[in-house]
């Protein structure tokens, strides 16, 4: 009766710790990733930010110094005079944007040729699966930079690279949820009550992906970011006049030992930016997608 | 009484000890120097701050970083010393047996480093790859007619009119042996008579120089030399921290602090034939009127952009080419700073509301992206807008060539040490490099260009810059000094002009 009693009080408990630490782990990284959004928006226009004004005589200054116009370069500023908090706050600006129009495109292109390939199988499956294969064995990042190369610099051009680099994760996983859920009782009704292979795909099938999507794209997000910023920092990302934290960290390793601030605190801003949208996506793979935990 | 003159006696003792052990020990340190390196451990690394294409000179003739290596390997006739002066190298003596035909003597007793005599068909030969090449030397050399080897120590050179300039493009000519004018195999690791041989060359990466012990004049003091090609600032510092390179060819300014603060370092700022320009496309409107291009010059504050950006390293200019050369003489009533002037000139031009234009830059040119940034800030506050074009070195020279630009910035050098070099090269008519034409300049170019007078040359270059200055065809915006970091166990270290450093009198001690 006891022992009863004690599985009844306990199990009831734990579940509720456990979506407690999922809600904190969407929670926090939510709250970050927002602040820092507001932030990209709002800093560059408050500080009248432009990347091509330079003002020498306050160049590599640490940060907190006191700029000629009475404000605090709170984070300092850069090698052209920059104050780096603005700076910084553009490029996420620019970080953001990429990675939200990359996964846009990348998860539209990705998502649907998923649902074909894993609907329809056959060669129209085999064709597509087998280019994902080959574009999954090459390193992305050696891809974007070759792309890149042929396409030239520009923020569009990287969109563009990524979103190439990226629509494979979404149609392999979409694939496999579609063959999943193709099986199930309720898709059979459609198909058995004679709906067009449009009305299965995009009302039945469409319906079941978009939880493991949304999973994927927070997850990937923060690599597209990371990519973004890796192609900038190479110099073949963002072009001369559009703010990057890419470019930002790497014309600050000129200046590690006179100037650490330059790229310490751009790279700083990157991995909690990262770190944020991985732990957020973990944590909605975990709500939505249960089966997939781990541990 | 006694001891009174004791204690003289003591203190004097104790003086003359005292002056005997200082001027003992001054002695001693005046005789030993920091102690020689034995031989097998003399061996150098420099890393050099231009990139090495080939070691063809005569592939690449006006390349630095390639004259940097082959300057020890391979000889001139003559070469430029530190006031850029030519001097006797492979010819002992020359004179002009009539206006347009340079007679040389040559030095007797040289051999290569194989071991096989210098003699004046090798002049030949050499002449013969230089001039059917057709790389960036042939404009120089296109006013020699013939030239002919007379006896194996005499060679003479006729042009097509009187020259006086043709010596300092004689420097970049360098002699390598007669039979093998046409063997590319060979010149991409030639030998020389010069105190130097090359033993490996892996492109990008390093060359390799050993001494040459049957080496004609006094034979260089380091057993090995090698040119180390690391083009990242920050693993350049790391090597010299490290002792891994022993020298650095040129130190940027922002990295002056991190390397004054290592100890066993010494950093040399010397005068360089380097310097950067901007050109305005002339033939482009709105540019094609010189209101509009001095306005724009008056907008930049050229002084205190080159001082917040190079500090000591750099110095704005006062003529066309760096003062370092010959015959880059100050220009009369240049165009300064001055934002309210550059306006009502504006104005006068027919643009009260300022004008847009764009500005080409290569990515390849270190810290051109924050002069350009200062620039455009600089253009912006007297109303012209400015759309800076960042490109990768090959996409850059296209539009440069194509003249597909209304501004571009770029370094130069002016390696032959003369003003003609720079000035006729690129500022005639017939050169079309900015769309720029002025036939009284042309005029005056060639008079330069054909006296022998110095003083003459001076007065005519002096005409030459105090036109160019009201004309603006561009703005010779700063020349550089190149910043030699070196451990303070590199000995004798002396940096000419232009940067071709003399590597057989350098030592190491310990």
């Given amino acids: ?95 953001l944007i990429v990675g939200a129009s990359t996964l846009l495109i990348a998860g539209i292109v990705g998502g649907i040729l998923g649902l074909l390939a894993g609907y ?79 009305h299965i795909i995009f009302r039945t099938l469409l319906p079941g992906c978009i939880a493991p999507m949304l999973v994927i794209a927070s997850v990937e997000f923060g690599y597209v970011v990371l990519a973004e910023a890796a192609l900038s920092f190479l110099g073949v990302g963002a072009p001369f006049g559009t703010p990057s934290l890419g470019s930002t960290i790497s014309t600050g390793t000129q200046y590690l030992a006179s100037a650490w601030w330059i790229s310490t605190i ?20 975990d709500r939505f997608d249960p089966r997939l935990r781990s541990a | 009484m006694t001891s009174t003159r004791k204690c003289w006696e003591g203190l004097a003792a104790a003086v003359a000890v005292a002056v005997i052990a200082l001027t003992g020990l001054s002695g001693a340190e005046a005789a030993s120097p920091a102690e020689r390196l034995p031989d097998n451990q003399q061996n150098l690394t420099f890393v050099p701050n231009f990139g090495v294409p080939s070691l063809d000179s005569a592939m690449v003739p006006l390349e630095m970083g390639t004259n940097q290596i ?20 492979l010819a002992t003596s020359w004179k002009w047996t009539t206006p347009t035909s340079l007679q040389f003597k040559l030095r007797e007793g040289v051999t290569f480093s194989d071991g096989q005599p210098f003699t004046s068909a090798d002049v030949v030969g050499s002449f013969d790859r230089f001039i059917a090449k057709k790389a960036t030397l042939s404009a120089a050399l296109s006013i020699i007619t013939s030239y002919t080897a007379d006896d194996p120590t005499t060679f003479t050179i006729n042009t097509s009119a009187p020259t006086g300039t043709l010596l300092g493009v004689l420097s970049l000519v360098k002699i390598g042996q007669g039979t093998h004018s046409t063997d590319d195999v060979w010149w991409g690791k030639p030998i020389g008579t010069g105190p130097f041989v090359i033993t490996s060359y892996v492109a990008n990466d ?103 950006l190079y500090g000591e390293t750099a110095s704005p200019m006062d003529s066309f080419c760096p003062s370092s050369a010959f015959g880059c003489v100050t220009a009369a009533d240049m165009p300064s700073y001055d934002p309210k002037g550059a306006k009502a000139l504006l104005a006068e031009a027919g643009y009260p509301n300022g004008l847009t234009a764009d500005i080409l830059l290569n990515t390849s040119n270190a810290g051109m992206d924050t002069l350009v940034s200062a620039f455009v800030s600089q253009w912006k506050a007297v109303g012209i807008t400015v759309k800076p074009r960042a490109q990768d070195p090959t996409t850059w020279l296209a539009d440069f060539s194509a003249h597909n630009w209304d501004m571009v910035v770029n370094p130069n050098a002016t390696i032959t040490g003369d003003a003609d070099y720079t ?68 000995q004798d270290l002396s940096i000419p002009p232009t940067e071709f450093i003399d590597w057989s009198t350098v030592y190491l001690t310990k």
């Fill in chain 1, 266 to 285: 751009p790279g700083l801003l990157l991995l909690v930016l990262v770190l944020a949208t991985g732990v957020l996506g973990d944590a909605l793979r």
């Fill in chain 1, 1 to 95: 009766m006891s022992a009863d009693q004690a599985v009844i009080t306990i199990a009831p408990s734990h579940a509720r710790r456990l979506r407690a630490t999922v809600s904190a782990r969407i929670l926090v990284p939510l709250v970050v990733i927002g602040i820092l959004g507001i932030g990209a928006i709002v800093v560059p226009v408050l500080y009248n930010y432009d990347p091509l004004h330079a003002d020498l005589l306050v160049r590599l200054k640490p940060p907190g110094t006191a700029m000629p116009d009475g404000s605090i370069a709170i984070f300092g500023t850069d090698k052209v005079g920059s104050d780096l908090f603005a700076e910084m706050m553009a490029g996420t600006r620019v970080s």
């Fill in chain 1, 120 to 198: 329809f199988g056959g060669w129209l499956d085999t064709a597509l699966m087998r280019i994902a294969d080959i574009q999954l064995a090459f390193p992305s990042i050696l891809l974007a930079i070759l792309l890149v190369s042929v396409l030239g610099q520009g923020i569009l051009n990287v969109i563009i690279v990524l979103s190439i680099s990226n629509w494979v994760i979404f149609a392999r996983v979409i694939r496999s949820q579609v063959l999943g859920l193709k099986s199930l009782e309720y898709v059979e009704a459609a198909r058995t009550l004679g709906a067009s292979h449009f």
């Fill in chain 2, 70 to 89: 082959m300057s020890n390997v391979l000889q001139a006739l003559v070469t430029l010393d530190k006031k850029s002066i030519p001097q006797p190298q």
């Fill in chain 2, 206 to 308: 390093h060359v390799k120089l050993t001494r040459n012990d049957t080496y004609w004049g006094e034979k260089a003091k380091l057993k090995t030399l090698t040119f180390s090609l690391i083009t990242d600032t920050n693993a350049k510092i790391t090597a010299l921290a490290n002792g891994q390179a022993h020298v650095l060819g040129d130190v940027i300014y922002d990295q002056f602090p991190t390397v004054k603060a290592m100890e066993n370092v010494t950093l040399t700022p010397a005068d360089a034939l380097t310097y950067y320009f901007l050109w305005f496309n002339n033939a482009k409107s709105p540019l094609t009127d010189p209101k509009v291009r001095r306005a724009m010059w008056m907008a930049l504050d050229l002084p205190t952009i080159v001082q917040s």
């Fill in chain 2, 423 to 490: 000035l006729n090269r690129l500022y005639n008519c017939a050169a079309n490099r900015l769309g720029y034409c002025n036939p009284k300049l042309d005029a005056l170019f060639t008079k330069a260009q054909q006296s022998s007078d110095p003083s003459e040359r001076t007065a005519l270059y002096q005409q030459a810059v105090n036109i160019m200055a009201q004309d603006a065809p561009g703005i010779p915006m700063f020349q550089t000094k190149s910043n030699v970091a070196a451990l303070k166990s590199v």
